[in-house]
């Protein structure tokens, strides 16, 4: 009996020595991975579906380094046809990828709220992207190179719904530095329509990528330095009016 007793203190002493994380129930919302960005503007909760995502992610090898990366989330409303309006994505890339904003010409916000995307200098496209909405219909979306919050970023502009939102690009924070490095941080603003009645995306399909000349060699906006056949991981990190945050996650092979 003493036996007993002492291996099952022992066992209850190890569980009270287990981390926080490792305590974290299922449900534990997923902390942020880019708290250190531009902060959206307070909104209450809202009551409303929880929404049921997943994730694709593609990644095709370039010239040199460069490697176009391929986001294609999935959404569906757990109960309804609707899924709950977003609030915030951070998409986030693995430990081997980075980016090249410096090196592709930029395109004010101004300019493309003026005169659209084709107005911006050749060049800083640089991704592009298909909305799906629960009413049946989707939008065509161009990713811009800008300058957002004082530092670099891009613009994704859904020109049918006459929609730009800022993405800023950010070095995620613990406990994310062990699989990803660099964080893609966007913020869908609170506007005019009430957040219970926003419709989220069905799917929402984005990639990053593009090459140009840049000092007599080739550069990718999205860079790495993984091979061909090497297994990359990212996820997309989300937050809905609801309070509700999600985060799937992918692998994808570098693909020729």
């Not at 730009?164 to 966007?186: M, N």
């Not at 995306?201 to 140009?212: D, E, H, P």
């Amino acid at each position: 009996m003493r036996r007993i007793a002492t291996a099952l203190a022992a066992v209850l002493a190890a569980a009270a020595a287990l981390t926080p994380l490792a305590q974290a129930t299922p449900s534990a919302a997923p902390p942020d991975p880019a708290p250190g960005g531009p902060q959206r503007p307070y909104e209450p909760d809202v009551e409303g579906t929880a929404n049921v995502d997943t994730l694709d992610v593609t990644a095709t090898r370039g010239p040199g380094r460069s490697v176009t990366v391929a986001f294609d989330r999935r959404s569906r409303a757990a109960e309804g046809a609707v899924p709950a309006g977003a609030r915030r994505f951070v998409f986030l890339f693995d430990r081997s990828v980075s980016f090249r904003p410096e090196s592709f010409p930029t395109c004010a916000r101004a300019v493309v709220e003026a005169d659209g995307v084709a107005a911006c200098p050749p060049g800083s496209l640089v991704g592009e992207g298909l909305g799906n909405w629960p009413d049946g219909s989707e939008h065509e979306v161009a990713v811009v190179n800008s300058r957002v919050a004082g530092g670099p970023g891009v613009l994704v502009v859904i020109p049918g719904l006459d929609t730009i939102l800022e993405q800023t690009f950010e070095r995620v924070r613990a406990p994310y530095r062990g699989e990803f490095r660099w964080a893609a941080d966007e913020i869908v603003p609170p506007g005019a329509v009430p957040p219970g009645q926003r419709a989220g995306t069905t799917r929402f399909q984005l990639s990053f990528g593009a090459t140009r000349e840049d000092r007599g060699r080739t550069v990718g906006f999205v860079e790495t330095t993984a091979r061909t056949g090497d297994e990359l991981r990212f996820g997309l990190w989300s937050e809905f009016v609801t309070g509700q945050v999600v985060l799937p996650t992918a692998t994808a092979r570098v693909q020729p």
